[in-house]
């Protein structure tokens, strides 16, 4: 089947339940798309696993944990991003439910955890067992386009990609084919991208993107733009989310990632908090330039200590809800 009709098959977008066994047996597609594995004749990315947790291990970035269902164990990690301000581990011997996206990190099949939630009741891990079972039977059988649509298929794979091109040219000239408008596209993709931590070769990677860059850059000079040119618009972009602390660094091996606004939110209410108990003055605020402090105490971003333009547009949008409220000229206390 032609990638353009893939989610034409109900399997491709759905947690397809299964088992570790299966899991670890699904082979990677030949046909150059990313994070999608075979099936029998099925193309699937994302997984729906029931099992019992036998390893925890926590990092900087992830809680990683090792999940066995009897068949088989697999490393199912969640990443820092997804977590709650006040997330906890589940415990060793905990029984899971877990859906997530399929991935392979040094030629070892795990998950990336999207929703994970325990089973209070023992019954569920053994019915997903039971529904994997009967459901493998239904994913033996070979994907059929409808017969409306198959005189057709070749005209059908064309107008999707017509409309592909089209639908990128209309958001151009809809947020205006400029340089500033190219940046947001890139944020926009960068904070829907698949994975929590991305290069900064990863925009770049995009076709949509390259294309607007094409278009942007053939707006300002009337010419076929160069590689290096494009390469430079991309950096561009990526520095300056990275200046006004959209992105963040992740230690020193060129890795980024988008700052979670709602932790963020969440970190500076909390360090407004601490600081005010501990502050005599019953009615002045904690100046912003303590909370920057108080938030580069964070491993995670440190580095918004001196890109902070976010941390000063979260405090204004937090005063907007009416959970914190100025007492004077850039102080803040929170509504007790």
């Known amino acids: ?54 390893a925890v291990e926590r990092n900087s970035y992830t809680t990683n944990y090792t999940v066995d269902d009897g068949t088989g164990a697999i490393t199912c990690s969640y990443w820092s991003t997804s977590e709650r301000f006040d997330y906890k581990p589940f415990e060793i011997g905990t029984a899971v439910r877990i859906t ?111 294309q607007m860059a094409e278009l942007v850059l053939t707006k300002q000079f ?22 006004e602390g959209y992105i963040v660094e992740c230690g020193r091996d060129g890795t980024y990632k988008v700052v979670d606004e709602e932790y963020l939110s969440k970190l500076i209410l909390s360090s407004i908090k601490e600081m005010s108990k501990q502050y005599a003055d019953k009615y002045s605020g904690i100046r912003i330039e303590y909370i920057i402090k108080s938030i580069g105490t964070d491993r995670e971003y440190a580095g918004l200590v001196k890109n902070n333009k976010i941390i000063y547009k979260i405090v204004d949008h937090l005063v907007e809800q009416s959970l914190i409220y100025p007492t004077g000229h850039l102080e803040y206390k929170v509504f007790m």
């Not at 009337?222 to 200046?243: G, N, Q, R, V, Y």
């Open 100 to 210: 997530g996206k399929i991935s392979t990190f040094r030629d070892e099949r795990q998950i990336v955890i999207y929703d994970i939630y325990p089973t209070l009741d023992p019954n569920q891990e053994l019915q997903h067992f039971i529904q994997a079972m009967l459901l493998k039977k239904e994913y033996e059988k070979e994907y059929e386009l409808p017969e409306i649509l198959k005189p057709n298929v070749q005209e059908l794979v064309e107008q999707i990609q017509i409309n592909d091109e089209d639908q990128l040219v209309y958001n151009s000239q809809t947020l205006k084919v400029d340089v500033s408008a190219f940046e947001d596209q890139v944020l926009q993709f960068l904070k829907g991208y698949s994975m929590p931590m991305f290069s900064k070769d990863a925009p770049r990677d995009n076709p949509e993107l390259v």
């Open 1 to 54: 089947m032609d990638a353009a009709l893939l989610g034409l098959d109900p399997l491709f977008l759905t947690n397809v339940k299964i088992t570790i066994h299966d899991l670890l047996k699904l082979e990677q597609t030949d046909e150059g798309l990313i994070g999608v594995y075979k099936l029998f004749s099925h193309k699937i990315k994302l997984a729906e696993i029931c099992g019992i947790v036998v």
């Open 222 to 243: 009337d010419d076929p733009p160069k590689k290096s040119e494009i390469t430079h618009l991309f950096t561009k972009a990526l520095e300056k989310w990275l200046k």
